[in-house]
């Protein structure tokens, strides 16, 4: 069972700020009329996070129920659709007894990625492309807007990796993209992501707050 708490709209900012790392000095929400808010904490099921079509029925049914809830925006976890890259190696990784060895034997297999970073760069477009149809579609279909929890965003120009939630308004667009800026030892030293920067965090025009 999907479980949901709701927010005042008051509260927002200091959503976006504790989900996304905001850290700006002085931010404040202005005063708005109210806004319904689902927190989604999901019952974490490997066999459904490593499986799109699995992972895409259980966003589903949890959005058409927050919906039902009238909320005005779901907000869905960190890392909610980071392991469906894993996806083509789940039975790798599932029989192995460590993170390391799970590489070893992917590498070992026809075009298989070398580290966990190559493997989430390697996956990158298709979990992001999953998300815009699946979160995208949703969004429209029930009016409503959804920050789609995390994904790892590879930006081939630049060559960085990093943690990045997206936010779906209600029309199903992308209208705002947030990367990740305080990593934890385990994001630096083992998924060799990049911080996203601070001062790139904006205020965000959302139904009026």
């Known amino acids: 069972m999907q479980q949901f708490s709701h927010f005042p709209g008051r509260h927002l900012a200091g959503v976006f700020i504790i989900l996304l790392s905001f850290l700006i000095p002085g931010c404040r929400a202005e005063k708005a009329t109210s806004l319904r808010v689902g927190i989604v904490q999901p019952h974490i099921n490997e066999s459904i996070m490593v499986n799109p079509a699995a992972h895409g029925s259980m966003v589903r049914e949890i959005v058409k129920n927050a919906a039902a809830q009238k909320s005005d925006l779901i907000i869905f976890p960190e890392y909610f659709n980071v392991m469906l890259a894993t996806s083509p190696w789940a039975e790798i990784i599932k029989s192995s007894d460590s993170v390391r060895k799970a590489i070893r034997r992917i590498s070992e297999t026809t075009d298989g990625p070398r580290s966990m970073r190559d493997l989430f760069i390697q996956q990158s477009q298709m979990i992001r492309k999953h998300m815009d149809n699946l979160y995208g579609e949703l969004a429209k279909q029930y009016g ?19 943690n990045r939630a997206v ?3 209600a029309e199903g667009t992308v209208i705002y993209e947030q990367d990740k800026s305080f990593l934890t030892a385990f994001e630096k030293s083992e998924l060799q992501l990049d911080a996203g920067r601070p001062q790139d965090a904006r205020l965000l025009d959302f139904n009026g707050i």
């Open 144 to 162: 409503i807007s959804i920050l789609a929890g995390t994904y790892f965003a590879h930006d081939r120009a630049t060559d960085r990796l990093t």
């Open 167 to 169: 936010l779906y308004d």
